[in-house]
């Protein structure tokens, strides 16, 4: 799967200087997908909270991350769109230019519509039409 995510991530990869670019991948099921893209391709991993914690390093952005840095968001699934958007949220917050979303599936619930209403180009691996859901 990891070697599907990161197809789907090299055109946007391969748009930045590599020094500039940086993986993410929000709470929970975007942080395994990250860190296998991340080892993969050898490019720094962010992990996005969905709420800073109270305790630890209370913060809701594990990484580095510098300002203008441009960050890939990597997703399990996408639904309406809405925890990619608040990752999104929190990386454009903290500096980042978000080059995009990976979702391994996209559900075609909105997510795609959504994420590009709001400027953030979105691939899936797969949609639920893909495989053969039809709910």
Same mark, same amino acid.
């Given at each position: 799967?990891?070697?599907?995510?990161? !197809?789907? /991530?090299?055109?946007?990869?391969?748009?930045?200087? +590599? =020094? =500039?670019?940086?993986?993410?991948g /929000?709470?929970l099921?975007?942080?395994?997908? !990250?860190? +296998?893209? =991340?080892?993969?391709? *050898?490019?720094?991993?962010?992990?996005v909270? @969905? /709420?800073?914690?109270?305790?630890?390093t209370?913060?809701?952005?594990?990484?580095? %991350?510098?300002?203008?840095? &441009? $960050?890939?968001?990597?997703?399990?699934?996408?639904t309406?769109?809405?925890?990619?958007?608040e990752? &999104?949220? $929190?990386?454009?917050? +903290? *500096?980042a230019?978000?080059a995009? !979303? $990976?979702?391994?599936?996209?559900?075609?619930?909105?997510?795609?519509? @959504? %994420?590009?209403? +709001?400027?953030?180009?979105?691939?899936a691996?797969?949609?639920?039409?893909?495989?053969?859901?039809?709910?």
């Amino acid at each position: 799967m990891a070697d599907l995510l990161c !197809v789907h /991530a090299r055109a946007w990869i391969e748009a930045y200087p +590599a =020094s =500039s670019i940086r993986l993410a991948g /929000a709470e929970l099921g975007g942080i395994p997908l !990250v860190t +296998a893209c =991340s080892l993969r391709l *050898g490019l720094p991993a962010l992990f996005v909270r @969905n /709420a800073k914690k109270d305790y630890g390093t209370a913060k809701q952005l594990e990484g580095e %991350l510098h300002t203008g840095d &441009v $960050v890939i968001l990597f997703e399990d699934v996408a639904t309406s769109g809405g925890q990619a958007l608040e990752a &999104v949220r $929190v990386l454009v917050e +903290a *500096g980042a230019r978000v080059a995009g !979303v $990976v979702a391994t599936i996209d559900r075609q619930e909105g997510a795609r519509e @959504n %994420l590009e209403a +709001a400027g953030v180009p979105f691939r899936a691996v797969f949609t639920k039409a893909d495989l053969g859901i039809d709910e």
